[in-house]
T-cell receptor, first 113, second 118 residues
Framework: SQQGEEDPQALSIQEGENATMNCSYK?????LQWYRQNSGRGLVHLIL?????REKHSGRLRVTLDTSKKSSSLLITASRAADTASYFC?????????????FGTGTQLKVEL | GAGVSQSPSNKVTEKGKDVELRCDPI?????LYWYRQSLGQGLEFLIY????????KSGLPSDRFSAERTGGSVSTLTIQRTQQEDSAVYLC????????????????FGEGSRLTVL
């Protein structure tokens, strides 16, 4: 079963607006990551937030994590047409020396000019 | 190489044939993952290799699917007697060994192998 579920499934905004995507998960985690996927391509890592962190910033990205609600949000500020892509959250932890990640179903973001 | 390399990028096969998909991880990465992504869907975990440990095969959908990793580097995902429902993009990813200084927990993905079963 999917550990992470993104909301909304699809989002369409105008360039310059902010985009917010949410992710909910079911079990305890050590970290949560957000990835981006352009159509027909592989996934690219955006940001990782650990379970003991509440907020993290990277450029125009802001991620929050609420472990009590088992949810995270990804905010992209001042969106650009080039931000059009699918965004996935992934939850995981350090088990057996590795880092198994379980991905959600994704949010398709379209930024229009 | 500089990134994770997968081949072939596209594969069209007939139902019932066997296929092999190859993944070359980033040099030095000891953990390797295979995921499957159906059209417009999320990623479905298939199998995970970590160093010399026994692989986690819990995501393989049937015994027609198998994977191996030779020499701790290149991995091959084999699908026997392919079915139309096997059509998907198969993504490989690698990660630096956990516990190593600088490991961010980030997975590095290849571009995927698109499999179409007619």
């Amino acid at each position: 079963s999917q550990q992470g579920e993104e909301d909304p499934q699809a989002l369409s905004i105008q360039e310059g607006e902010n985009a917010t995507m949410n992710c909910s998960y079911k079990t305890s985690i050590n970290n949560l990551q957000w990835y981006r996927q352009n159509s027909g391509r592989g996934l690219v890592h955006l940001i990782l937030i650990r379970s003991n962190e509440r907020e993290k910033h990277s450029g125009r990205l802001r991620v929050t994590l609420d472990t009590s609600k088992k949810s995270s949000s990804l905010l992209i500020t001042a969106s650009r047409a080039a931000d059009t892509a699918s965004y996935f959250c992934a939850t995981g932890g350090l088990t057996g020396g590795g880092n198994k990640l379980t991905f959600g179903t994704g949010t398709q973001l379209k930024v229009e000019l | 190489g500089a990134g994770v390399s997968q081949s072939p990028s596209n594969k069209v096969t007939e139902k019932g044939k066997d296929v092999e998909l190859r993944c070359d991880p980033i040099s030095g990465h000891t953990a390797l993952y295979w995921y499957r992504q159906s059209l417009g869907q999320g990623l479905e975990f298939l199998i995970y290799f970590q160093g010399n440990s026994a692989p986690d095969k819990s995501g393989l959908p049937s015994d027609r699917f198998s994977a191996e990793r030779t020499g701790g580097s290149v991995s091959t995902l084999t699908i026997q007697r392919t079915q139309q429902e096997d059509s998907a993009v198969y993504l490989c990813a690698s990660i630096l060994r956990s516990g190593t200084s600088g490991n961010t927990g980030e997975l590095f993905f290849g571009e995927g192998s698109r499999l179409t079963v007619l």
